[in-house]
């Protein structure tokens, strides 16, 4: 469902991928072949959403209040990021929640089920995972990153090749 809120109506690049079960309300911008999954919630009432190109957000996830998703970036199945910023080809886990005022450093990692507490600083290239969520250790280049361009890859498919059937 796609829709607007109070006049402001969501920016859809025509290269993104957003499920017919996703949720996009508001003030909500989806960049050049993103990826907007299944049960996904994009609520764009109280400040921004902004997902950048190939950024992907995966099946049942939340975003909420000023968010931004850099390029390539990936939130994991039911994740929540409320009021925070996850940078180019970050990872955020199955199940992490991240809270008001976080940013997630390019290509870290918030592992799975982890709380990322209030204006946290996940450093670049690090692992974080924990409730609350600390630092675990450095990251060098883990194939994680990579995961923005298999979802690019396979959105395009489902653009391609699939269809409703009910």
């Known amino acids: 469902m796609i829709r607007s809120f109070e006049g402001t109506e969501p920016d859809i690049h025509e290269s993104a991928y957003v499920d017919p079960a996703a949720v996009v309300i508001g003030d909500v911008t989806i960049g050049p072949k993103a990826s907007i999954w299944p049960n996904v919630t994009l609520r764009g009432d109280h400040g921004s959403i902004e997902i950048a190109e190939g ?14 998703i850099a390029p390539y970036a990936t939130v994991g199945h039911t994740a929540i990021v ?15 929640t991240v809270l008001d005022d976080s940013v997630v450093g390019e290509r870290a990692i918030v592992g799975a089920n982890s709380l990322v507490t209030e204006g946290t600083d996940v450093e670049p290239q690090t692992l974080y995972a924990g409730t609350p969520a600390k ?3 450095d990251i060098e280049d883990p194939h994680w990153n990579q995961a923005g361009d298999r979802y690019v890859e396979l959105s395009r498919r489902y653009l391609e090749g699939s269809k409703r059937l009910d």
């Open 55 to 68: 950024a992907n957000i995966q099946d049942n996830a939340v975003l909420h209040e000023g968010v931004e």
């Open 82 to 96: 409320h009021a925070s910023v996850v940078e180019e080809r970050a990872l955020v886990g199955m199940g992490a």
């Open 135 to 137: 630092k675990l250790k």
